[in-house]
């Protein structure tokens, strides 16, 4: 009986992460099935404890189930439906609190400070990562404007990541390595050094589950049908304020009296590299001052073979192999290249769809991910076969161009549908290239008759 109210006491004094009392051996040989009901009865005030320990960690823990590989479109679909008409604040609420390693990736422009604003004036600021790119060759301006930001939000964690293999202030040793007027003739790969690469550099090494951008429809061009999430490759892109408007957000700023760059009081509507941002004029769109070089949404095709053609004789000159473009992986993508072509491509039996790119165009590093989505989803439905074609590393065979094979642009897609004697080629126009448009076309083509 002493034995008896020593174990009672010990149970009624039982709580989350107190030591369980371990039952001796014989005693558990001896425990029949039919006294399990005493055990429990006995034990019931540990038993509940226990129980609601559980039930408490399970509650606190990120959903990350729907993150990684196993976001699917679907998903991302229903997540856009739960977010409709939620406003900028309970989206970031509710992705602090759904989407595991949340980061915001931002520039700092007016955009970007009404989310750090309001991740601030939420008490989210302190868990979220902020992470900026420097390109090196930013205004004074916009490093003067940094400084007041970090002395306006000191619980701001930020990290900045700049072109690889260059720190701070280095913009004169990148200019001295890659050319004073790099951005200017080769426009693609100097916005891959200096924008592209240092983005994937940082979404591979915090791995977040989610970004959130300050991009938005009104905005214009691609932007124009934004969705609130986006799935980014199995993550996920939040857009907070995509049905906010320009005068939305200088409304938010004034009236919180948020830091902004100076540069916006001189006509700058979007600020971004010296060499290349100019002021906006009376009636031109928001971002009509960034990027004169680069309107186009693919490299052109024949521009950057010449690149590559000069590529080539510069290192058979050296004897060196083209071994200093980047790679972009894609696991589910059949790899095509000139000695394979006519096996793979040519004899194919079922329906594929080839992608043509060259890992050293920003638009086909920019596109990767997301082919390597769609590669991922083409190979659990079997619709058609995911490939691809370097062609950086490897030159259009003949045989390809006597099959009807046309390739104008960087990155090309064409759906592959074998017939009887000879291929039928569909060569993908659509200006949105995202996930679910891409697929939508593919399932499009593949309900039309082989004629």
Not at 22 to 38: A, C, F, M, R, T
Not at 95 to 117: K, N
Not at 230 to 247: Q, S, V
Not at 407 to 427: D, G, N, S
Request: hydrophobic fraction near 35%; glycine fraction near 6%.
């Amino acid at each position: 009986m002493e034995t008896m109210k020593r174990r009672e006491a010990s149970h009624g004094s039982a709580g989350c992460g107190a030591d369980t009392e371990k039952v001796p051996g014989p005693e558990l040989k001896q425990l029949e099935l039919g006294s399990v009901g005493s055990f429990v009865r006995n034990h019931r005030k540990k038993i509940f404890l226990i129980f609601l320990c559980l039930c408490t960690l399970l509650a606190v823990q990120p959903s990350s189930r729907w993150f990684g590989a196993e976001l699917r479109e679907d998903r991302t679909s229903k997540l856009q439906a739960e977010l409709k008409g939620k406003t900028a604040e309970q989206i970031l609420q509710w992705a602090a609190e759904t989407v595991p390693g949340l980061v915001q990736f931002s520039s700092f422009g007016p955009s970007g400070m009404v989310i750090l604003d309001l991740l601030d004036r939420l008490g989210l600021l302190e868990e979220t990562r902020i992470v900026t790119i420097d390109t090196l060759h930013l205004f004074p301006e916009s490093y003067e404007h940094l400084q007041n930001v970090t002395r306006r939000y000191p619980k701001m964690k930020l990290q900045t990541f700049y072109p690889k293999d260059f720190m701070e202030g280095e913009g004169h040793r990148f200019d001295e390595m890659h050319g004073m007027t790099l951005w200017k003739d080769d426009f693609q790969k100097y916005s891959y050094l200096t924008k592209v690469e240092p983005t994937l550099r940082a979404l591979q090494q915090l791995a977040p589950g989610g970004w959130i951008t300050g991009r938005r429809r009104s905005q214009g061009e691609l932007r124009s049908h934004l969705p609130v999430v986006e799935n980014d490759a199995g993550r996920l892109k939040i857009n907070p304020l995509a049905y906010w408007t320009w005068e939305d957000v200088w409304q938010y700023l004034h009236t919180h009296e948020v830091p902004y760059n100076v540069l916006h009081d001189r006509g700058y509507s979007s600020v971004g590299d010296v060499m290349n941002t100019r002021p906006t004029k009376p009636g031109e769109g928001e971002r009509a001052g960034r990027f004169e070089l680069s309107q186009e949404t693919e490299c052109g095709m024949h521009t950057h073979l010449a690149r590559i053609a000069k590529k080539r004789a510069e290192s058979a000159s050296k004897r060196a192999e083209l071994d200093d473009a980047p790679h972009l992986p894609c696991d589910t993508c059949v790899e095509v290249n000139k000695q394979n072509f006519e096996e793979v491509v040519l004899k194919t039996k079922q329906d594929m769809l080839l992608e043509f790119y060259s890992p050293m165009c920003g638009h086909c590093t920019h596109f990767a991910p997301t082919y390597a989505t769609i590669a991922h989803e083409l190979s659990i439905s079997g619709d058609a076969l995911p490939a691809r074609m370097d062609l950086y590393h490897n030159q259009v065979p003949q045989s390809a161009k006597d099959a009807g094979f046309e390739i104008h642009a960087f990155p090309t897609l064409i759906l592959v549908r074998p017939m009887q004697k000879k291929l039928k080629l569909v060569t993908y126009h659509r200006w949105r290239r995202d996930v679910k448009t891409v697929l939508d076309w593919v399932k499009e083509e593949l309900t039309k008759p082989l004629t």
